[in-house]
């Protein structure tokens, strides 16, 4: 038998192509990231971080030093079109330039999205200025997430927590409990709700919220998924979560 050697013919067009990193602890980013482009023409990829619990801003700081490796190994050798960190205290303990810096130095070709430069951009974009903050944090990683804010200009007008020290405890909180919860935040003289952390189940409730509250209710996967599809032109047709995708 003689072998034929045949000449492959390579795609020259693609998808846009975001790439995730995702806390090794982290069990709702992916889900709400794919219930959302599933639909797309969009690649999606994804790599986890090590966490280091409990969440300390120590910890996260010390997660951060593997930003670079993460990125690198996201489609090695190949381009990625947006990168996005996913993590909200991670990235507000350990700053957005530093984050910045350490995928750059994987991808420099990638626009980079968070949950905190996401959700700024977000607050912005519906003209929000008092803000109502649950994180399911410890009290002291809660109390940075909202300075954070306060120093970003926004007048916080209610905060609550749950205290949950782990991270992979944050996704197993019961949904139906944390709507129940969220219905119950100080809202009235509040512009929007701020929901922090990737790891909460809070997409897919975030619908009902806002029209139980009666405002625009905003999370870490929600404002990051925005983020990232602006940042590769495909922000269009999201239905069901929430008023930030429809807003031109």
Known sequence: MKSTKIQPKFNTQYNPRIGL??????????????EIIKDKNIDF????????????KENLIKMSDNVT???????????????????????IAAGYETIEKKV????????????????????NKLNIKKLAIFTP????????????FSKEGFKIISNAYFDIAADYDIGKVDKDYLFETLSNMKVENADALFVSCTALPVLNIIDKLEKKL????????QA?????????????????????????
């Open 21 to 34: 990193i995702a806390l090794a602890t982290d069990f709702m980013i992916e889900r709400d990231f794919i």
């Open 137 to 148: 944090y410890s009290k002291k990683l809660n109390d940075e997430v909202v300075d954070y």
């Open 214 to 221: 009666n405002i625009p209710v905003l999370s870490s996967n």
């Open 104 to 123: 750059k130095a994987a991808k420099p070709e990638a626009k980079l999205t968070t949950p905190s430069s996401a959700a700024l951009k977000a607050l």
């Open 69 to 91: 490796e993460v990125t690198k190994n996201i489609l090695p050798d190949e381009s990625i079109d947006c990168v996005v960190y996913g993590c909200t205290s991670g990235t």
């Open 224 to 248: 990051l998924i925005w983020d990232s599809l602006e940042s590769i032109g495909k922000n269009n047709d999201v239905l069901g979560f929430g008023k930030l995708f429809n807003v031109n």
């Open 45 to 56: 990829f994804v790599n986890r971080i090590e966490c280091y619990n409990p969440l300390t």
